[in-house]
């Protein structure tokens, strides 16, 4: 059975920079993907960055792209969210995600494993 902890999340000033964590365990994840997304109250949750667990490509949604990074560590079986000059708007519980091929990444509905979430607070 799949199972996605993420760690990591905090509060945080505007400018500051968060790593997140996801350790997946429970398969091995060769023709997987590993997603982050993010939902704020009130609001849908929303893609953030993917990455396939073989070949390593990265895909980013426009809001975040050019500060946050996405990575992966093989030998550890974990995912990271490296988040710089964090916005207020960044606010959200972060939720790492796993599915069987990329496909349609930025569709939640696609994807079948989900963590916990982290919550991450942006202060202005």
């Known amino acids: 059975q799949v199972q996605l902890v993420e760690s990591g999340g905090g509060l945080v000033q505007a400018g500051d920079s968060l790593r997140l964590s996801c350790a997946a365990s429970?398969?091995?994840?060769?023709?997987?993907?590993i997603g982050w997304f993010r939902q704020a109250p009130g609001k849908e949750r929303e893609f953030v960055a993917a990455?396939?667990?073989?070949?390593?490509?990265?895909y980013y949604a426009d809001s975040v792209k050019g500060r946050f990074t996405i990575s992966r560590d093989g030998a550890k079986n974990t995912v990271y969210l490296q988040m710089n000059s964090l916005k207020p708007e960044d606010t959200a519980v972060y939720y790492c995600a796993a599915r069987y091929r990329l496909g349609a990444y930025q569709n939640v509905m696609g994807w079948s494993y989900w963590g916990q979430g982290t919550q991450v607070t942006v202060s202005s």
């Open positions: 990455i396939t667990w073989t070949g390593g490509n990265r």
């Open positions: 429970g398969r091995t994840f060769t023709s997987y993907a």
